[in-house]
Structures are given as C-alpha cells and as structure tokens.
C-alpha cells in the first residue's frame, strides 16, 4: 500500500488501477465493515488521489472484489460483469477505454520462412546461369551483393507473408454448443434452480475441454522426433528471459526505450574490447619449422557436406536470407558458394556483410539490474559460417598434424570433452590422496577472455605458426574491421567497431582462442609435482606434495603462478582476482597462501563449481546431487504440470527426453557409492512413476500401487543406478577404442587371468580410503573383469548395453545400490 501511494503522488497522467483487491466494501452504498481497518485504510488511499471505483455488482459471489478505479471519470465507461473463464469463481471484468493517444498497432506483415514453397525455389535456382551473373565481378562485395540480389528476387516469389494474429482455439462442434448454453444459463442465474445447473454444465465443460486438449496434445506430440520434441518441450516450460532493465545512461538519466537501453549495452560491450599496445611478445616457445599452410581450394562437395550440417532456423542476419535457405537448397547453391569461397581465398577479402553481427543481450543471472550482468551473443551470416568451416577443417588437420594444440588442452578440441578433463584431474587427485599427499588446486579466471584476443598479436602468432599466404590474409580480413549492432525487440543500436576478440559466435572464434593459447604450458615449469589442465579459459594448475616436499613444490606452484601472469600481460589478457580461487586438498594441508600479485592474494574456496561439476576440499560431490536432484524434481513437475496427457508412454518419452539427462549428465564424475545419494537420485524417478501410474492407470481401480520395480517394467524404464552403470562401461569402452583424449594404459594396467570370470583383469592403483571408491577408475576396474574381452570389440552405446539381457544381468549383480532401490 505504502509503494502504491508513492507510485500514485509522483504520477501526473491518467491513472487505471484494477485487480482483484479483496475488500469488504458494499461499493454500491460505499458502506465499509468498521471492524474491517484494512479495508478503511484502501479507502483513504483512493479518496486521497481523487479515484473512482466503477464496478458496483457483485463479482465473486455477493460480494464485488474486483475492482477498476480511475482518477479520470471520462475514461472508463461501459463497464459491465460477464460470465467467468471455465469453471472460475469470480466473473470477468470488462470495460472501455477512452482515450485519444492510444492508436491502433501498426500491423506489419513479415516473411513465412516456414511456409516457403522450396519446390518452387529449386526451379528457380537451377535456371540460374551463375558464371554469367558473376562475370566481371568489381570486388568480393560486388560478387557477393549480385548472389544475395537473386536469392532476395526468388524468396519474394516464394516466401508468402504473414501477420501475427491472435490465437484462437478451434473447438469441436458439441463444446461450442456448451459454451453457447453455459452462457444462456450466465444470464438467468438470478432464477430458482439455475445457479446449480449451471455450475454443474461448467464442471462438464471444463472436463470436455480438458479430454480435448490432451488428445490433441498428444496428436501433436506423437508426430515430432526426438529433437523437435526437445525443442517444443524447452519452449514450453522454460522460464521467460526477464525483461531488460531501466539502466542509467552516462548521465544518470534511466533509459525507458528500447533503443535507449540497447546504445547503453552496445557502448558496454565495447568498452570491455582491447587496442594492441603494439608490442609483440617473445614466442620462441612456439614449435616451428612445419610445412606452410597457404592455400587451398574449396570444392563444390565439400560445400554440400559443410550445408548438411545446418540446423533449421529462420534467424535474419545482415544479409536477410536464413540458414534453413541455405540448408533445403544445398545442392543448388553449393556451386555459386564454392565459387565465392575461392574468389574470397584468392583476394584474401570477406564480404562487409560478414564483418557485420546482430548481437542479443541474453542476460547471466534471473535478476539482472546492470548491463555488466548481460552476454552478448552474435548472429552472423549464415554463409560466413559455412565458409569458415571448410577453413576451419584444413587449419585442425594442420594443426594435428604437427600437435601445435597442448595435450593440457581439451576444449574444443578433437575427442575431448568436460569429461575427459574432469576424469583425468579428479581421478589424479584421487590417487595422491590415497598415498597421503596434500594437493593446492589454483581456479584461474580469464577475464572475457574471447572478447580481449589481440587480432595483431594473434595473426603474427598464426604466421610463425605456419599458417600463410592467403589463408592468412582471408584471417586477417575476417577479423579486422568487424562491426555490430545490439537488437531488443525490433530496436537496433547503432553500430560499433570491434577492436579485439575472436567473434564469438562463430565457427573460427573458439579456434582461434586455442592458437592464442597454444604456447602457455611451454612458458610453464610444470612435471609430476606441479601440473597444468586448459579447457578453452579455464585454467587450473595444481601440486601435489608430501611433508617433506611441501616448501619446494609450493614455491615451484608460485613461481608458475607467476610465469603465467607474466605471460597473461605480455599477450594482454588480464586474470580476474575476485575470480581466481585456490581449494586445498588434504586433512594435513598446511594451506601456504599464493599470490597473483605480490600483493593480490588468492582467495580460499572450499567449494567450487568446476565444468559444471560441483565438488569440495574432500573431492565430495554431495552438494553436486543435491543440486542436480532439486533441478530435475522442478523441471519434472514443472513437465506434469504442463502436459496434461495422460498417456503413459507419451510422458514417459518427456522424461527420458528433459528430465533424465539433468540426472546423468557427466555422471560418470560423482556417480555416488553411498546409498543415500543413490536412493536420493533415484526418489525422481520413483516420484514420477508413481504420479504417471496414479494418472494413467487409476482406472483400473488397483488396491494397491505397484512397487518401484513392477512400474519400470510397466513402464519399460530402467533404473538409473542401472543407467549409470550403463554409462560407466559405455565410457571405458570409449576410452579402449581410442574415442576421448584419455589413453587406456595412463589408467589401467592390463593383467592375464587365470580364473573363469574372464581372461584379463583390469588393474588400477589400491585406494585406502572408502571415498576413493568413487573414483571412476577405481570402481569401473572392478566391474570390467566381469565383462567378455568382445564386448571392447564391437561398436557399443548405452542403449545397446542396457538391451543385452546378459550384460544388463551382470550390471545389476555388480553395482553398488542396485539391491537398495530394487527392495523399496
């Protein structure tokens, strides 16, 4: 009440309030309950700012709760009571505005891209003699500008043109005609005997409509695959992104307009871009002597293959023609595309349309109230993209081939992953601990490190590397003189220079930032004590040491830290202090402080969210499945919620689709042995068996509710310890044939077996404490003697696992907490 009065005294405009206010008031003779304070006290309130309340029949029952008040008696007219929503308690409101600024929306028509007719299209295409439209061509824009010209004429012709409209649902004749009775019936209620059939064909409609939208639910959703269903799904219970906030501009004034608020996030994004200090730093350490790289040619093939892989989206870019164009016409475009890829390499040029992106402010946090808590994300052209693949494939060849990119690093690399990373470090950490060892963990945070690349240090980097001629022109071109806008809504900012940074967004960017990087482990002095794991910007270096090694490896894990903030500030990336953490490891870890600066000491952490993977000092992951049981319980009855059909297998489907890979995500990191996180972890699919059971089976009439294990066979589920474990063979089967950057013989040790069980034993290091059998190594060696030498032989998944009646047998003998969950 009290911020309604002041909104109230500093508004100098028409005012309309209304809602439901809940007040014990007879507005039709103004008569106030005296024992009633708050309602007295509303009343003030409307006298106080001159407003009149309108509505003086009853709105809930005998009583008027919902209110329209004005401070203007010339703007509200017409006010009148309708009958309610559905089977609602309370009746609509309706009124009328008047008011003469209040113009109709301009109702502007825009491209169907989703409608066009791609037949038609083709036609068109291949009647197209591209050599002559691109004959005498001025430049590369020239060149490029007469392709987006043809393909602007064709989608004319063949996009159609629509208006948003409101939707409106389309019901069946039988519940038309009850709506059309629930109304009659609205209108006579004051008469004997109508108020109860009237509540009662409410209660039938509400029923009707309800059937109707389940079947039509299911209708819709039977059709799509897996991937739309996903998509659909994550539209539909998603939160809504907030709305962007009134940011104060340079001169504190709050922006209102969406314009407004997107120059305001446009100079922010740009104030974080670096200039090059023109000082190129000693990377001598960088390998050399490779075969240049300097040229090639793009093939019309290779085009098409680059095209297969687009994704559907009617996103407009710079040069207003969408992906799926480009995907349904690949094999009519990939010729003229290939012949610009090449004029491209050959000038060494990119288009200006490709130098161009439309950023979208998507923000970090639920409540965001300052342009430092948004990211921009870019859209580029579709054709750049493209391009920059078939570049991209020839420079990874380059690069594998003389092992330019460090084995420390695993981000966006070939056949690495968070997993990979994770595994290796945890499970590293998992066997100094066995043999008493403290471990001093450094959590480095680069600060917007793909937005501060130096572009003049980068290209001299990629030409000591070998990489010349053309291709390093075409580089230089992508890079330099980028520009981009920031969209809200149908607001555009105008334009801004980006001087740094590799262009997030696309293909090249998380490719070039691994180049950036590739000489930071050689700046290192790094061996068996003190080591070094990358993923893209994250950084985490750590020591191992014993009593007597303490003041050494320390002092050596200082003087990295140290090497490596040397090296930040000769390629001008800056480490963010309040970002940087150290997590010290070991019930005898005497916790020597580091520093990134002689006086910017690094904070302690006992508990850090690494990956995605949240872990504490003892290497527990309890708070990691805590957190992931509350996610996927929300977004499980958030599911139900929404949905109302109560088919079994539909929502099964839904489940398997959104709700159960929150639960297994990189579980073979914290796949628990305790059983009370196993059984915590298994509660949410417990939770919704026994929901999609009393839904779809309460018919049926049951006495009794089927165990746990009757509704995963009724259901044709599998437990989820079982999945996990599933998962953990799936992986070691990956790490035996060479599919992730981890190598067999760094972690196990293969042994002849003379028993019957198998004729080889996987072997891995004792562990002595009982928390160390979580380690994925430890407890994957002991399950995997179980299991026939062919089973690394032939192609596996986790579905082909958990289909083979022997092998899902030999799980559910052997892993921990099977027997838990299947007796409760």
């Known amino acids: 009440m009290d911020h309604l009065d002041v909104i109230l005294s500093g508004c100098h405009f028409d005012v309309i309030l209304l809602g439901d206010f809940n007040l014990d008031i007879n507005w039709s003779g103004a008569n106030i309950n005296p024992h009633d304070a708050r309602s007295s006290k509303y009343v003030s309130l409307f006298e106080n700012h001159n407003l009149k309340q309108f509505v003086n029949t009853p709105t809930c029952g005998s009583r008027t709760l919902d209110l329209v008040l004005s401070n203007n008696e010339q703007l509200i007219s017409e ?201 190129v730093p000693d990377y001598s350490n960088v390998p050399k002597g490779f075969p240049p790289l300097n040229d090639f040619i793009i093939m019309p093939h290779t085009v098409v293959k680059q095209l297969r892989k687009l994704k559907v989206s009617y996103s407009i870019t710079f040069d207003g023609i969408p992906q799926t164009i480009f995907l349904r016409c690949r094999q009519e475009l990939c010729v003229p595309l290939a012949h610009i890829f090449n004029c491209c390499l050959r000038l060494g040029s990119v288009p200006t349309l490709w130098k161009k992106s439309i950023v979208t402010p998507i923000n970090k946090h639920s409540s965001p109230t300052s342009p430092q808590d948004f990211r921009p994300i870019s859209i580029t052209s579709t054709a750049a993209k493209i391009m920059e693949r078939c570049v991209k494939e020839k420079i990874d060849d380059f690069l594998d081939s003389h092992g330019i990119i460090p084995m420390n690093q695993f981000g966006f690399s070939k056949n690495s992953s968070t997993t990979d990373i994770l595994l290796q470090s945890t499970h590293d950490w998992t066997m100094q601990l066995s043999k008493q060892k403290c471990i001093d963990i450094i959590y480095f945070d680069i600060s917007k490190a793909f937005d501060t690349v130096s572009h003049q240090k980068l290209l001299r980097k990629l030409e000591y590397l070998g990489i010349s001629g053309n291709i390093l022109k075409w580089l230089e071109s992508f890079l330099v003189e980028r520009t981009f806008s920031v969209k809200i809504h149908d607001s555009y900012s105008n334009e801004r220079n980006v001087t740094s940074g590799v262009p997030q967004g696309s293909v090249l960017g998380p490719l070039l930032f691994n180049i950036y990087l590739s000489d930071l482990p050689a700046t290192l002095d790094y061996d068996t004590d003190v080591k070094l794991l990358m993923f893209a910007d994250d950084i985490k270096m750590y020591a191992c040491y014993d009593e007597g090694e303490a003041e050494a490896v320390t002092k050596k894990l200082q003087g990295n830290i140290t090497k490596l903030m040397s090296y930040m500030r000769s390629w001008q990336l800056t480490i963010s ?44 992951y309890a708070k990691h499945i805590e957190k992931v049981v509350a996610n996927a319980r929300t977004v499980m009855f958030r599911l139900l919620r929404i949905f109302k059909n109560n088919f079994p297998s539909l929502l099964c489907r839904l489940f398997k689709l959104y709700v159960r890979p929150v639960l297994e995500h990189n579980s073979v990191i914290w796949n628990p042995h305790k059983g009370k996180e196993i059984a915590l972890i298994e509660s949410v699919q417990r939770t919704f068996t026994r929901i999609v059971c009393l839904r779809s089976f309460a018919c049926q009439n049951s006495p009794t509710l089927p165990s746990y294990m009757d509704r995963l066979r009724r259901l044709n589920l599998n437990s989820l310890v079982i999945r996990r474990g599933a998962m953990d063979l799936h992986y070691l089967w990956k790490i035996w044939n060479r599919s992730t950057r981890l190598r067999f013989s760094t972690f196990f040790v293969l042994r002849p077996c003379r028993g019957r069980t198998a004729n080889f034993n996987f072997y891995v290091p004792a562990v002595r404490k009982e928390r160390h059998f979580q380690s994925y190594f430890v407890r994957i060696s002991r399950m995997a003697r179980l299991f026939p030498l062919n089973f690394f032989r032939i192609k596996c998944s986790v579905k082909k696992i958990l289909a083979d009646k022997k092998l899902k047998d030999l799980l559910q003998k052997n892993i921990n907490g099977y027997e838990l969950i299947s007796t409760k």
């Open 79 to 279: 006010v009148h009571v309708r009958n309610p929503l559905a089977n609602s308690d309370h009746f609509i409101v309706a009124f009328s505005i008047h008011a003469s600024n209040i113009s109709n929306k301009l109702v502007i028509p825009y491209p169907d891209f989703a409608n066009t007719n791609f037949s038609l299209m083709k036609e068109e295409l291949s009647t197209i003699n591209w050599e002559a439209l691109f004959d005498g061509y001025l430049d590369i824009d020239d060149l490029y500008s007469r392709f987006c010209n043809v393909l602007h004429q064709i989608l004319d012709k063949c996009v159609p043109l629509k208006t948003s409209h409101e939707l409106s649902s389309n019901y069946p004749i039988h519940i038309k005609k009850l709506f059309e009775y629930r109304n009659f019936l609205f209108y006579r209620l004051h008469r004997r005997g109508v108020e109860e059939k009237y509540s009662r064909i409410c209660n039938k409609l509400s029923h009707l409509i309800d059937r109707y939208t389940r079947n039509q639910e299911k209708r819709k959703l039977e059709k799509m695959k897996d991937k739309e269903l996903y998509n659909f799904v994550n539209r539909r219970i998603r939160d809504k992104p907030p709305q962007i906030p009134d940011f104060p501009d340079q001169f504190g004034r709050r922006a209102t307009s969406n314009l407004e608020k997107s120059e305001i996030l446009a100079d922010y994004f740009s104030s974080v871009l670096i200039r090059d200090d023109g000082i």
């Open 577 to 620: 202090l309040e970002k940087t953490k150290v997590m010290y490891v070991g019930s005898k870890n005497p916790k020597k402080t580091y520093f990134l600066q002689p006086d910017s000491k690094i904070d302690e952490c006992i508990c850090i969210k690494d990956l995605g993977i949240t872990y504490d000092n003892k290497l527990s």
